[in-house]
């Protein structure tokens, strides 16, 4: 669980903030959607290693860490990054991160590690520049951290905005899943973007049911 300092800032950020309302209209808000369905549902951290079904293995529902919340909204869109990035790391195993002394991929936990994730989106997606411009952030982009404790953390930006227009971002940094204005609150290390088939299709339907 990350410092008690870290889980504090996050909740001052989170009396502070001013929503806007909805912004963006297009297929990353879908993803966004997803991750919100988790706030007040997700409301525990729970980072231990436990052994997961394959596929779709997962916590309750009640626990998780950040990236759980990935996991669960793309699993709500059809992708489950669990196989993803399973069968991305036995293809590819000099790619990632080595810091965890493994000789091989491990489905219970390679899916659930900050730094695999972004290894995996930006060899499949699009990595972007890192900005502070709040107008280069869209709806369903993703973002990376590093904490003042030194460990990587990962959101998904929101289609709500503050009243001074910086999206706020879903994820879950220590008391659960949460939207908030925290997009600018740490170190940004990467500015990602994922929505392949089918998930862009499963938002235009979405959309177009609405």
Request: glycine share 10%.
């Amino acid at each position: 669980m990350p410092p008690l300092s870290v889980v504090r800032a996050v909740s001052g950020l989170i009396a502070a903030i001013a929503v806007a309302g909805s912004t963006y209209g297009g297929d990353g808000a879908c993803l966004a959607a997803a991750a919100r369905e988790q706030v007040g549902v997700t409301t525990i951290y729970d980072g231990r290693y436990l052994r997961l079904a394959y596929p779709g293995g997962d916590l309750p529902i009640a626990r998780g860490v950040c990236t759980d919340v990935l996991v669960r909204a793309y699993r709500r869109l059809g992708l489950d990054l669990q196989v993803l990035v399973h069968e991305d790391m036995g293809r590819a195993w000099d790619a990632y991160p080595k810091r965890w002394g493994l000789s091989g991929p491990d489905p219970n936990i390679d899916h659930r590690r900050v730094l695999n994730l972004v290894t995996f989106f930006a060899r499949h997606g699009q990595s972007l520049p890192v900005s502070r411009d709040p107008a280069a952030w869209e709806a369903g982009d993703l973002v990376a951290w590093r904490l003042p404790s030194g460990l990587p953390h990962i959101g998904i930006v929101s289609d709500r905005r503050t009243v001074g227009g910086v999206p706020l971002v879903v994820h879950n940094i220590g008391a659960g899943t949460v939207e908030d204005d925290v997009l600018f609150g740490f170190t940004l290390t990467a500015h990602l973007r994922y929505l392949p088939e089918p998930a862009a299709t499963a938002c235009r339907r979405e959309a177009e049911a609405r």
